[in-house]
């Protein structure tokens, strides 16, 4: 059974940064509650 990553992360709403609230656009990294910026600092 194939999942469609691509589908299911559609599906999701835009994840926000928990430390700026800024819109995270890359998705290919899940896991990241943060922006790359944010992300650098931590
Ligand atoms: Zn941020």
Known sequence: ???KMTEFLKN???K???Q???KIE???ESYVH???K???IN
């Open 38 to 40: 944010c992300s650098k």
């Open 1 to 3: 059974m194939l999942i």
């Open 16 to 18: 926000k940064c928990t």
């Open 12 to 14: 999701l709403p835009s």
């Open 34 to 36: 943060t922006c790359d």
């Open 20 to 22: 700026c609230g800024k």
């Open 26 to 28: 890359e998705q290919h």
